[in-house]
């Protein structure tokens, strides 16, 4: 994908190269001389494997749990079994389809999957982080973040509005609705667990 320069009418700025600072009257365009990261065929294989894999696993806990008809009906892995041996017949039907399939159509280029890798990793992070720093503390850091990375903002804007909605959540869950959300050190230390 490249940017380039829709018409003006009235738009102003310069183009960043960044994809979420992108200025009025600029747009994406299609460019197919961007490398693959994905096709669709590797990634059919791949969703296929763990489909089966799944499968697999539900009809192994089906047998342990008993996928026989007993005098008093069915047992608890009866119907557990047929839905995973469903997974893994239709998980089969996709990898063979997708094997025989020749064209190396792109699933996902290169720019592309950074753009999503650039929101799943930092919210990966904020996911893991809360368990430490507590739910608060790890949001304000997290919008701090991406006020800062992706939207290209100053301080004078990031710090009242991170500190905004921190402030907000804590008074909405905490003090009107009673609702105790998971609080790290910084909480313990002002008192507010």
């Not at 009257?25 to 894999?53: C, H, K, P, Q």
């Not at 047992?75 to 893994?88: E, N, R």
Request: hydrophobic letters at 50%; charged letters at 15%.
């Amino acid at each position: 994908m490249r940017w380039h320069r829709r018409s003006r009418a009235g738009a102003g700025g310069s183009c960043s190269s960044h994809p979420f600072n992108l200025p009025i009257g600029f747009a994406m365009n299609d460019d197919s001389s961007e490398r693959s990261a994905a096709s669709v065929r590797t990634l059919e294989l791949i969703v296929a494997v763990l489909f089966f894999l799944v499968g697999a696993v539900v009809i192994y806990d089906s047998f342990r749990l008993g996928n026989k008809w007993a005098e008093d009906g069915p047992q608890a892995g009866y119907f557990p079994f047929y839905i995973g041996l469903i997974l893994c017949l239709s998980a089969t039907a996709t990898f063979l389809k997708a094997l025989r399939r020749g064209s190396r159509e792109s699933f996902v280029t290169v720019p592309q999957i950074k753009l999503v890798l650039s929101v799943l990793v930092p919210t990966a992070i904020y996911t893991a982080a809360i368990a430490w720093l507590g739910i608060y503390l790890a949001s304000l850091l997290f919008i701090a973040l991406f006020m800062w990375r992706l939207g290209r903002y100053g301080f004078s804007r990031i710090i009242p509005v991170s500190a905004g909605v921190t402030v907000f959540f804590f008074l909405l869950f905490e003090i009107w609705f009673k609702v105790p959300l998971p609080k790290g050190p910084l909480e313990a230390a002002l008192g507010l667990s």
